[in-house]
């Protein structure tokens, strides 16, 4: 183990619970969530998850607070190049690869598979998650106007419609309606080029941007 990585029992004991519950989540168990079963997997006692969290409730809560943070991962990890289009489609292949690295984890995130002791998050709280994750590619966006790749569009409403697309294909994906294999060339790269010409791009320079970020 390298000198910059702790093992999960020396982190602070909220991050220790937080990964605990969230493994649990991975390994298919979001549904049977307990305090018990995260204490135990975290190598402590149930008293702790309402010492630091309060509530079920609020630990839940951290462990979709998780799945974000590791979207906002996969994100940051797209570094900027000359060509914002090609970056907004290496954003949707890093989008693509959270979910199906944590394909558990996703599915609490967005309410489709049941999380003990979660409620749906409000407006609000999904406004503030927002900021790390849809501004980035709100960013980019903003790059390929300034570009003179996109026309420029007040709002919120290109990274909606960026989302409707990348988030409908995980879950189509996930279900197992489109194959893994060939549904990004087949399908989701054609929706990204469609969107991107809709946004004012040219044809041929919106599939040379995405030609081959997505197969």
């Keep these: 183990m390298s000198s910059d990585v702790r093992p999960l029992t020396d982190a602070p004991m909220r991050q220790r619970l937080t990964a605990a519950a969230a493994q649990l989540v991975a390994d298919g168990e979001a549904a049977s969530l307990s ?11 149930t008293m702790s998850v309402y010492t630091h969290f309060g509530s079920m409730e609020a630990l839940a809560r951290s462990v979709v607070e998780e799945g974000f943070a590791r979207l906002e ?6 570094e900027q190049s000359a060509d914002p289009v090609r970056d907004l489609a290496r954003q949707t292949a890093a989008y693509l690869a959270h979910a199906r690295e944590n394909p558990e984890l996703y599915a609490v995130m967005f309410a489709t598979a049941p999380l003990a002791g979660y409620r749906p998050a409000t407006s609000e709280e999904l406004h503030v998650g927002r900021r790390e994750t849809l501004d980035r590619v709100g960013a ?20 909606f419609r960026w989302w ?30 469609d969107f991107l010409v809709g946004q004012g791009d040219g044809r041929a320079a919106a599939e040379g941007s995405v030609a081959g970020v997505l197969t």
Excluded: K, N
């Design 35 to 45: 305090t018990r079963r995260v204490a135990s997997a975290a190598g402590t006692s």
């Design 164 to 193: 409707t697309i990348v988030h409908g294909y995980v879950l189509l994906e996930g279900v197992g309606y489109l194959a893994r294999a060939r549904g990004p060339e087949r399908v989701l790269a054609p929706l990204l080029i």
């Design 140 to 159: 980019t966006i903003e790059r390929a106007v300034r570009a003179g790749r996109f026309e420029a569009q007040r709002g919120s409403a290109p990274v």
């Design 73 to 78: 991962a996969h994100l940051a990890a797209v």
